[in-house]
């Protein structure tokens, strides 16, 4: 008795065309810019109310969010994972730091 031949495996699939990885400068600067200016300035992080400054963790988020995105899509990494890939892009970062500007000054 001869056994069945076993399928061929399939090939696997191709993964999704991804973008050219290398700097990305202007999520770059914008990494760099907030982690530079929350260091010399960390009130960048606070809101002030009735002349006292309090910590605004909302604001802090938002900006760390785009400070990560900003550093991890500058230096050229992206994710395989499209969450990642999405949560670390450019578009995110200057998101980050737009929604960051309207809890600030409020526009």
């Known amino acids: 008795m001869s056994a069945a031949p076993s399928p061929a495996p399939s090939p696997a699939p ?4 991804e973008r050219e ?7 770059l600067l914008v990494g760099l810019a907030i982690m530079i200016g ?7 992080f606070a809101r002030m109310q009735d002349g006292n400054a309090r910590a605004d963790h ?10 990560s995105a ?16 999405w949560l670390f892009s450019g578009t995110a ?8 500007a309207l809890l600030r000054f409020g526009f």
């Not at 970062?93 to 960051?100: F, K, Q, T, V, Y």
């Open 14 to 17: 191709a993964p999704a065309p």
């Open 21 to 27: 990885a290398g700097l990305h400068w202007p999520s």
């Open 38 to 44: 929350g260091s010399i300035y960390p009130l960048m």
């Open 58 to 67: 909302g604001l802090a988020m938002l900006l760390f969010w785009a400070m």
């Open 70 to 85: 900003g550093i991890v899509r500058g230096v050229g990494f992206i994710p395989r994972a499209r969450l990642w890939r």
């Open 93 to 100: 970062c200057a998101l980050a730091l737009a929604l960051a």
